[in-house]
């Protein structure tokens, strides 16, 4: 069966296709486009479709538009209701369904040679919870929570054998994601967007709103939970974008994050009864890319094993939604699913660019030579990949041991301060230096850093004395190891610093041209695209 996955409708937009129980790519239209999060969720733009990203994604597999059996469209416009009933305040939220039902006639518009007929609309929770369910071997509960689907923002259900149960869903306009979404507006962030600003800022807050808001977000004890009304500017003054930042901003995240932790325990806690004790949950939906939560939900609720399926926001629908038509367990082995380059085709771009480039026998030696020196590499390798995670794909690396390599990361990036940055750790050696949840492949737990350590890798430890670690494991990620096995020789450090390979604003990096162009234009030591190492001071002179 070969099937083309597509997310449209709110934001994030993407492609994916699966041929015979394959994963053959999978992609988010920005990389494409070069505009960060593809659009903005505003209704008007639901008729976008990811054109570029879709027909990549049917090149990658060698198939043409009728060559599909189905296109899955992750949104299903008959499960939408009338503005009223929503109570979402937006006069403009039919156009959602309107376009959506309209999808088919665009899709076979993008795609010429497709049949209209084809494309099947699949509920937006269904798709995210087939992303998660179906991306594990066994069977599974399952919790899907986001801003909102058609109508609901919340499923709470299990797979068994491939099937979905689902045990209920929270109708808007109750919803965790919206909550958190407001909260990101009214501190000045862009909402659907820079939720993970919030997180990271609650670190330094003290929850001192906490009382309210446990009378305003509450679990409602059947699996669902109720949302009130929150008066914002009663706990904190609304900031504006070049506003300044306040104790009271980071306190207000601080509750809202405690708050959302203890609903969501909550809502597991039900689930795993619902579905008779299964030992694992699989998660998605934009709330579960809260690593702080999800580090709670591990430690604290009842499940053996939490899984979650790294594009948890609507980007991973595209995967789901086609996953969920073939309905068969697909593992998930890596996020890896994008836009790759040959050897010859890196070399060509390099001197098309006319820089001066080496071949040297280990790309990885290269690399950790230069960390250890304490420059910065962008490390351009393999497969970009799928989700909003760098994991040594598409990644800026530097020396954790240096206190200042966070300001330096967040300069060379253009970012606020109190952003964080991350570890990636050799799998063996996880252990040694960190607790909670093993393994961490795809960023999506927080984990406590051990007090003996948090010196000696100051740039990853947050305030709290936690990182949001990625442990590498050799036999997926062979030349990642190899880079941090060689690291550690040089310096006794297991780490290395790991964030996304691209400036503020804008999407990763995603072609060897757009690698060159934030070489050329941020303060990075070492190019590593490819087996070929473009060396600044070599390129650029200078001091390093
Ligand atoms: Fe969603």
């Known amino acids: 069966m070969r099937v083309l996955g597509i997310n449209a409708i709110f934001h994030d937009p993407s492609a994916a296709v699966i041929v015979d ?22 209704p008007f733009s639901a008729w976008e479709l990811p054109e570029l990203s879709a027909a990549w994604c049917l090149a990658e597999a060698g198939l ?17 209701r009338d ?4 109570d979402l305040g937006d006069p403009w939220d039919h156009l959602r369904a309107d376009y959506a039902r309209r999808a088919p006639q665009f899709l076979a518009t993008a795609l010429p040679g497709l049949d209209p007929n084809r494309v099947r609309f699949v509920p937006h929770h269904v798709a995210h919870a087939a992303s998660a369910g179906l991306s594990v071997p066994e069977d599974s509960a399952v919790l899907v929570l986001d ?27 109750h919803s965790l994601g919206l909550l958190y979404e407001d909260l990101t507006r009214h501190l000045g962030f862009l909402h659907s967007s ?96 809260n690593c702080v939560a999800n580090a709670r939900i591990a430690a604290e609720g009842p499940f053996g094993r939490v899984w979650v399926q790294p594009a948890a926001g609507d980007a991973g629908t595209a995967l789901g939604a086609a996953l969920a038509l073939g309905a068969e367990h697909v593992p998930f082995t890596t996020a890896a699913l994008g836009r790759g380059w040959r050897d010859d085709e890196l070399e060509a771009e390099l001197r098309r660019a006319a820089v001066p480039y080496t071949r040297p026998e280990s790309i990885a030696a290269e690399a950790a030579a230069v960390l250890a020196g304490n420059g910065i590499v962008a490390w351009y390798q393999g497969r970009s990949e799928y989700g909003p995670r760098a994991l040594g794909h598409r990644s800026l690396l530097a020396h ?30 996880f252990h040694d230096l960190f607790e909670g949840v093993y393994p961490s492949p795809y960023m999506l737990f927080v984990h406590r850093v051990k007090p003996e350590w948090r010196d000696r890798i100051p740039a990853v430890t947050h305030v709290d004395g936690t990182a949001r670690v990625q442990t590498v494991h050799v036999g997926e990620e ?17 780490v290395v610093v790991n964030t996304s390979l691209n400036t503020a604003g804008r999407p990763m990096v995603d072609t060897p041209r757009e690698a060159l162009e934030l070489f050329g234009s941020a303060p990075v030591d070492l190019l590593a695209i490819g087996p070929f190492a473009v060396h600044r001071a070599r390129t650029y002179g200078g001091e390093r």
Request: with cysteine.
């Open 194 to 289: 820079d939720e993970y600003k919030v997180m990271a800022l609650a670190s330094y807050g003290t929850p001192r709103f906490l009382g309210p808001l446990r009378d305003l977000v509450r679990a409602d004890g059947t699996g669902g939970f109720t949302v009130d009304r929150i008066d914002w500017d009663a706990l904190a003054p609304a900031r504006t974008g070049d506003g300044e930042m306040t104790e009271a901003h980071a306190d207000l995240a601080a509750s809202v994050q405690q708050r959302l932790e203890e609903v969501l325990l909550d809502l597991a806690r039900w689930t795993y009864d619902a579905s008779g004790g299964l030992p694992t949950l699989t998660m998605a939906g934009g709330t579960a890319l």
């Open 83 to 86: 503005r009223a009933e929503l």
């Open 21 to 42: 129980g394959r994963v053959l790519a999978a992609a988010e239209e920005e990389r494409f486009s070069r505009r960060k999060h593809g659009k903005r969720p505003v």
């Open 64 to 80: 043409r538009p009728g060559d599909l059996d189905a296109v899955a469209y992750s949104f299903d416009p008959a499960l939408c």
């Open 478 to 494: 062979p030349l990642v190891a190899a880079m941090l096995a060689e690291f550690e020789r040089l310096t006794g450090l297991p």
């Open 400 to 429: 954790p041991g240096d206190r200042d390599t966070q300001t330096r990361m967040n300069d060379v990036k253009g970012r606020e301060q109190f952003r964080p940055i991350a570890p990636m750790v050799r799998a063996e050696r």
């Open 147 to 173: 801003g909102r689907g058609e109508s609901a923002s919340h499923l709470a259900g299990a797979y068994r054998g491939g099937k979905l149960e689902t045990f209920r869903c929270q109708e808007l306009p």
